[in-house]
């Protein structure tokens, strides 16, 4: 009979979130799961939502009322997948091959406006793939430069206030990126990877007065590349207004949707927009159609998931082992939650047209499995528990096993 004290293990399941022998993490286990449940609200609503609202235009332009419908169940299912199959997988691996990562996305960014160059593919696309395969490339950057973001934060604790040390590679590989997003041209998504970068930078701890100058100088080269593009300034003079026809022609149809909502909606498959009224009502603005079927209550809710699923990649990040996973669930949890702000924000005509999708709801099979490996990371993350030699000795007596 062979005596043996309990090994430091991690646990085996992220959905149980306990591993033998340990102290149940509480904040975590709940986390873990309500993120779960959430996320799992939030397609399931997307799924019902991208019917509703793309069945008119998936008639006209495919003839064939449900083709959103399956192709949205379809990448809902293989999401899912990506979840449970990434939630599996120590996030460990990610650090070791951040570096690969972020240089291949942005070899695809350098490859995709080489395209666009030679005249390969049009000028106004996004996507990188043959046929039906196909990706939006600044997702892949955007995931890879907040994993390498997290890695290089961790790594440089010790001289994260440091400018040349610390800073200045920092902000070299954020602002590579978010110039060549912006040169697809897609202004919107680059200065959300700019925002994300330079909020993942203050959760680490760079000097704020780095950040404050950098910000400083960046506002205004920004606001000078929206005003370059006539359909950027479009937008702005459509927001100010909102008085233009045609200018304003979304953000009238978008106000009327939500108007016509009211407290309760007018029920499920009822929207007026979706009839071909509002361009892009099931992706930009599926926000609109949730209003206009489900009232102020459906659309307080979907809010309220996305409030929550925040609030859980916060204690999960909080509570995380190690640097690199505190940081990784940070720039995870900023990056969704702030494209669902600016998308509801857009739809509410808080701010002006930008062309960010819903996460998990909107329709787009790309956004939908980044997402998802997002939040298999974060459930990644929450499943390991850093055990401290306090805890160990509080187990006490050690357990024992018997080995024949």
Not at 51 to 63: K, L, T
Not at 293 to 300: D, Q, R, S, V
Not at 352 to 378: D, E, K, M, Q
């Given at each position: 009979?062979?005596?043996e004290?309990?090994?430091?293990?991690?646990?085996?399941?992220?959905?149980?979130?306990?591993?033998?022998?340990?102290?149940?993490?509480?904040?975590?286990?709940?986390?873990?799961?309500?993120?779960?449940?959430?996320?799992?609200?939030?397609?399931c609503?997307?799924?019902?939502?991208?019917?509703?609202?793309?069945?008119?235009?998936?008639?006209?332009?495919?003839?064939?009322?449900?083709y959103?419908?399956?192709?949205?169940?379809?990448?809902?299912?293989?999401?899912?997948?990506?979840?449970?199959?990434?939630?599996?997988?120590?996030?460990?691996?990610?650090?070791?091959y951040?570096?690969?990562?972020?240089?291949?996305?942005?070899?695809?960014?350098?490859?995709?406006?080489?395209?666009?160059?030679?005249?390969?593919?049009?000028?106004a696309?996004?996507?990188?793939?043959?046929?039906?395969l196909?990706?939006?490339?600044?997702?892949?950057a955007?995931?890879?430069?907040?994993?390498?973001?997290?890695?290089?934060?961790?790594e440089k604790?010790?001289?994260?206030?440091?400018l040349?040390?610390?800073?200045?590679?920092?902000?070299?590989?954020?602002?590579?990126?978010?110039?060549?997003?912006?040169?697809?041209?897609?202004?919107?998504?680059?200065?959300?990877?700019?925002?994300?970068?330079?909020?993942?930078?203050?959760?680490?701890?760079?000097?704020?007065?780095?950040?404050?100058?950098?910000?400083?100088?960046?506002?205004?080269?920004?606001?000078?590349?929206a005003?370059?593009a006539?359909?950027?300034?479009?937008?702005?003079?459509?927001?100010?207004s909102?008085?233009?026809?045609?200018?304003?022609?979304?953000?009238?149809?978008?106000?009327?949707?939500?108007?016509?909502?009211?407290?309760?909606?007018?029920?499920?498959?009822?929207?007026?927009?979706?009839e071909?009224?509002?361009?892009?009502?099931?992706?930009?603005f599926?926000?609109?159609?949730i209003?206009?079927?489900?009232?102020?209550?459906?659309?307080?809710?979907v809010?309220?998931?996305?409030?929550?699923?925040?609030?859980?990649?916060?204690?999960?990040?909080?509570?995380?082992?190690?640097?690199?996973?505190?940081?990784?669930?940070?720039?995870?949890?900023?990056?969704?939650s702030?494209?669902?702000?600016?998308?509801?924000?857009?739809?509410?005509?808080v701010?002006?047209?930008?062309?960010?999708?819903?996460?998990?709801?909107?329709?787009?099979?790309?956004?939908?499995?980044?997402?998802?490996?997002?939040?298999?990371?974060?459930?990644?993350i929450?499943?390991?528990?850093?055990?401290?030699?306090?805890?160990?000795?509080?187990?006490?007596?050690?357990?024992?096993?018997?080995?024949?």
């Open positions: 009979m062979i005596k004290p309990l090994t430091d293990s991690l646990p085996e399941s992220p959905f149980s979130f306990v591993a033998e022998g340990a102290i149940p993490p509480k904040k975590e286990v709940l986390a873990g799961k309500m993120l779960m449940l959430i996320v799992a609200l939030l397609v609503i997307g799924i019902v939502i991208v019917y509703s609202s793309g069945a008119g235009w998936a008639e006209s332009r495919y003839d064939n009322a449900e959103f419908l399956w192709r949205q169940l379809s990448f809902a299912v293989l999401g899912m997948g990506v979840v449970f199959g990434v939630s599996f997988i120590d996030y460990h691996r990610l650090e070791k951040s570096k690969i990562f972020l240089f291949v996305s942005i070899g695809l960014l350098v490859l995709l406006l080489l395209l666009k160059f030679a005249g390969l593919i049009s000028g696309a996004r996507w990188i793939g043959y046929g039906p196909k990706f939006q490339v600044s997702d892949v955007k995931y890879a430069l907040i994993i390498h973001f997290a890695h290089l934060i961790s604790q010790p001289n994260i206030k440091d040349h040390i610390t800073y200045y590679p920092l902000l070299i590989l954020l602002m590579t990126v978010v110039s060549l997003v912006a040169l697809e041209p897609n202004f919107s998504t680059a200065s959300l990877i700019a925002m994300i970068g330079f909020l993942m930078m203050f959760i680490g701890g760079v000097d704020i007065r780095h950040l404050g100058a950098t910000v400083a100088m960046v506002i205004p080269i920004g606001i000078a590349y005003i370059s006539p359909y950027r300034v479009a937008r702005l003079v459509s927001f100010a909102g008085k233009e026809e045609g200018l304003s022609y979304q953000v009238v149809q978008a106000l009327i949707g939500l108007g016509n909502g009211g407290l309760f909606g007018l029920g499920i498959g009822a929207s007026k927009q979706r071909l009224y509002l361009p892009l009502s099931y992706n930009d599926v926000f609109v159609v209003g206009e079927e489900y009232g102020f209550i459906g659309a307080l809710f809010i309220s998931l996305f409030i929550g699923f925040f609030a859980c990649g916060v204690i999960i990040a909080k509570h995380a082992p190690d640097d690199f996973g505190k940081y990784l669930a940070s720039g995870i949890t900023v990056a969704i702030l494209f669902a702000f600016i998308n509801i924000a857009v739809a509410s005509h701010l002006p047209t930008t062309g960010v999708a819903l996460p998990f709801i909107s329709y787009g099979g790309t956004a939908l499995l980044f997402n998802s490996l997002g939040v298999g990371i974060l459930l990644s929450a499943s390991h528990r850093k055990r401290s030699t306090k805890a160990i000795e509080n187990v006490a007596p050690l357990q024992e096993r018997s080995v024949v």
